[in-house]
Every structure is written in structure tokens, then in C-alpha cells.
């Protein structure tokens, strides 16, 4: 009974770590390795682990095998708190924390906010925006431009990710308020080139995290989550062609 | 190819607060999404193809994050995001949907293609790049246990 009590408490453990690093945007391969590292750091050594986008299944085997799921309805891109369950992690099998003081650890973790400020967030798209229309060769008085609607757009994603549970949808608004604002521009005769001030300022929406992670999962061989991302990038592609060409019909 | 140095700096950087990295990564994130785009700039410069341009950036791209990881003890991805960012055909990808929504079919599958060549090429140097290293750990390892020290 007292077995079944502590191998109870190790796999919470293990799963709190899985769902906070599989939330935040980590890779599928280093959610499975973290996990089978906390358990085995906990004197568990046969454990399976598999996680999808969408949930973990993970097991301990052993005298008592006890096994447990955990659902991911949300997701999102937030690397810093992937580091800091990476040191956790690291400092479990460096066997510096027991199994509750690790619980603790991240269960304070899961509901902190490390995210840099609001306004940052926004400048930094809004300066990526320009400085992506330069590197685009765009042209030095379409800076400010791609600027402003870069910021415009990306503000608009983060309120509507807010307000709505589609985030296809967000996006698709997002992008459809770059392209009027970049028709706008050129309208009252303040842009010098469209093509690259659109370009520039629909970058910060881009899914390049989401690519890349689907583009390493298949290859490694985890085809479920790979598919799984690639159809989310696909998606988020999908809904930013979208929005622009909606301001294209319309302007 | 100054400003380009410059402003690809500070997107990447930017990118990194995008995606939330720790503050004391925000400048590796600039630099290696800077070296990655300015090598792959030179190599178009000197009229490389842009497939095989992208995929030498996302190598090295790829090969810079996994020293940088292992130095500062962070996890490879923050690196490559950043790293790779720059590189994502944005602007070939509205091109083609440029062309799809104006009804000309030729030209966009052409760019799309072209689309997902260049999304494989920067999969494939990144891979690369990782084989490599699991390669040189085998190897060193390997070496190790040659010389009768114990394996880890």
C-alpha cells in the first residue's frame, strides 16, 4: 500500500513535468526523455512514456504498475518555462529534490507567469516586422510601415487569443487587419512597395516554432505528433494566406 | 549587407521574446539567427541556389545551437527557433498565395513547390546537424571505453 502510495505521487511528478513542457511548446522527443529521467530518478527504471499534441499516456512498470493520462487542451509557446522544467528536471536526477519537493516546484511553476510584458511583446513584433521588410530587401521608408502594422497585427492575436477558443480564427483576423492596414498605407501614399510591407509585418504570426518541432518529431520518429504539428502549422498557414487574401478581394 | 547584419540581430532577438526565451538568451538568439541568415544572404549574393543556401544556414544553425545548449545548459530549441526564423520562406509562401488568389495556378503551385522544398531543406540541415553531434558522441564514447574508462 505504501508502494502503490509513493509510485502514485512519482508518476504526478512525471506527468506534471510531460504536460507543462508539451503546453509551453517543447519538443515531443525531450517530453518523453524528461519524464522517463524524473522516474527513473525516483528508482523507477522501466517507465513508457507517449505523448501527443493533444495527451500524455504514461506508465510505470514494475511490481505494481500503475499507469495514468493526462489530456493537453492548451497550447502555446512559452520557452522559458520549458528551461526552467529542464533545471528542475536536472536538479531531480542530480537527486537534490525529493518527489514532493519537485511536486511543489512545479506546481508553482504551472501557474506562475514568467511571460515578458504586454507592451514588449508588441514592440518586439512590431520592430521585427520592419526589420524583416528590410531583410526582405524592401526599402528603408517601408520600415516604419511594416512596423506599425506588424504591431497592429500581432496586438490584435494576442487580445482575440483572449477573447476566442478558435485560434484559427485569431489568426485569420490578424492577418486580414495587417493586409487592410498595409492597403491603407498605400492608399493614402505613405508605403512604397505593398508586397514587402505585408510580408515584413505578417512574419511574428508565422508558425516557424510549430514547423520545425513537426519537421525534427517526424524525423525522429514520432509520426503521431509530427502529423499532428505539421497539421497545426498547416492550419496557421492556412488561416494567415487567408486573412490576406480576404483584404486582397475586398481592397 | 551591414543593415542586414543589423536587422536580422534584432529580429531574431525580437523573436526570442516572441516565443518567451529567458532573458539571458536573447542575444545568442540574435546571433545565431544572424549568422544563419547572413550566411545564407552570401551564399545567394554569389549566386548559390536558394535551396542549397538555406540548407548550409539551417546546418550551421543547427550546429551553433547544439554548442550553445550544451554550454549554457538550455534546451537546443530556443536556439534553433530563433536561428531558423529568419530563414522560413515568409515571403515566398504570400507570393504564392498572392498568385492563388488572383487565379493564376501556374505560377503559384510553382512557388508552392518551391515552398516546400525550401521548409525541407531547413528540416534537413537542422537534422543534420544533430546527427552529426549524436555521431561525435558515439565516437568520443567509443574512445572512452578503448582506453578502459568506464562508460556513462
Redesign the interface.
Known amino acids: 500500500m505504501e508502494d502503490q502510495r509513493s509510485l502514485n505521487s512519482i508518476i504526478d511528478v512525471c506527468l506534471l513535468a510531460g504536460k507543462i513542457m508539451l503546453e509551453n511548446?517543447?519538443?515531443t522527443y525531450?517530453v518523453e526523455d524528461t519524464m522517463i529521467r524524473i522516474a527513473s530518478a525516483f528508482g523507477c527504471k522501466e517507465s513508457q512514456s507517449f505523448s501527443t499534441p493533444t495527451g500524455i499516456i504514461f506508465s510505470l512498470d514494475g511490481d505494481y504498475p500503475i499507469s495514468k493520462v493526462i489530456r493537453i487542451s492548451h497550447r502555446s509557446?512559452?520557452?522559458?518555462?520549458?528551461?526552467l522544467v529542464?533545471?528542475i528536471s536536472?536538479s531531480v536526477t542530480n537527486k537534490e529534490l525529493t518527489v514532493r519537493e519537485a511536486y511543489i516546484k512545479l506546481k508553482e511553476l504551472e501557474k506562475a507567469n514568467?511571460?515578458?510584458p504586454l507592451w514588449?511583446?508588441i514592440f518586439?513584433?512590431f520592430?521585427?516586422s520592419?526589420?524583416?521588410t528590410?531583410?526582405?530587401n524592401g526599402q528603408w521608408n517601408d520600415f516604419i510601415w511594416a512596423c506599425i502594422a506588424g504591431g497592429l497585427g500581432?496586438a490584435c492575436l494576442l487580445h482575440l487569443h483572449r477573447l476566442l477558443e478558435v485560434r484559427f480564427f485569431a489568426e485569420f483576423i490578424a492577418s486580414f487587419v495587417i493586409g487592410v492596414s498595409a492597403f491603407w498605407f498605400m492608399y493614402i501614399g505613405l508605403g512604397s512597395e505593398l508586397?514587402k510591407i505585408?510580408?515584413g509585418a505578417?512574419?511574428?504570426l508565422?508558425p516557424?516554432?510549430l514547423?520545425?518541432?513537426a519537421?525534427?518529431d517526424l524525423?525522429a520518429g514520432h509520426l503521431v505528433s509530427g502529423l499532428a504539428k505539421g497539421a497545426d502549422a498547416g492550419l496557421t498557414?492556412l488561416a494567415i494566406?487567408a486573412g490576406?487574401?480576404v483584404a486582397?478581394?475586398i481592397l | 549587407m551591414f543593415e542586414q547584419v543589423v536587422t536580422s540581430f534584432i529580429a531574431s532577438a525580437a523573436f526570442g521574446v516572441l516565443f518567451n526565451a529567458p532573458k539571458q538568451s536573447l542575444i545568442k538568439c540574435g546571433l545565431v539567427g544572424m549568422i544563419g541568415w547572413v550566411l545564407y544572404y552570401g551564399l545567394v549574393e554569389l549566386e548559390y541556389d536558394s535551396i542549397f543556401a538555406t540548407l548550409v544556414a539551417a546546418f550551421v544553425v543547427g550546429v551553433i545551437s547544439q554548442f550553445f545548449a550544451k554550454r549554457y545548459k538550455m534546451p537546443i530549441i530556443i536556439f534553433t527557433i530563433a536561428g531558423i526564423i529568419p530563414l522560413v520562406p515568409g515571403g515566398l509562401s504570400y507570393d504564392a498565395m498572392k498568385h492563388f488568389v488572383e487565379n493564376d495556378y501556374n505560377v503559384a503551385v510553382q512557388l508552392a513547390a518551391k515552398v516546400c522544398m525550401l521548409a525541407g531543406a531547413i528540416a534537413m540541415g537542422i537534422i543534420f546537424a544533430e546527427v552529426m553531434n549524436q555521431l561525435m558522441i558515439k565516437y568520443n564514447r567509443r574512445k572512452q571505453s578503448e582506453k578502459g574508462a568506464p562508460l556513462k
Do not use: W
Not at chain 1, 77 to 83: A, C, G, P
Open positions: 511548446g517543447a519538443e525531450r509557446t512559452d520557452l522559458h518555462k520549458v528551461t529542464n533545471s536536472r514568467v511571460a515578458y514588449i511583446q518586439a513584433a520592430i521585427s520592419g526589420c524583416f528590410i531583410m526582405f500581432f508586397d505585408i510580408i505578417v512574419m511574428p508565422v516557424g516554432l514547423i520545425t518541432n519537421a525534427r524525423i498557414a494566406g490576406i487574401a486582397f478581394v
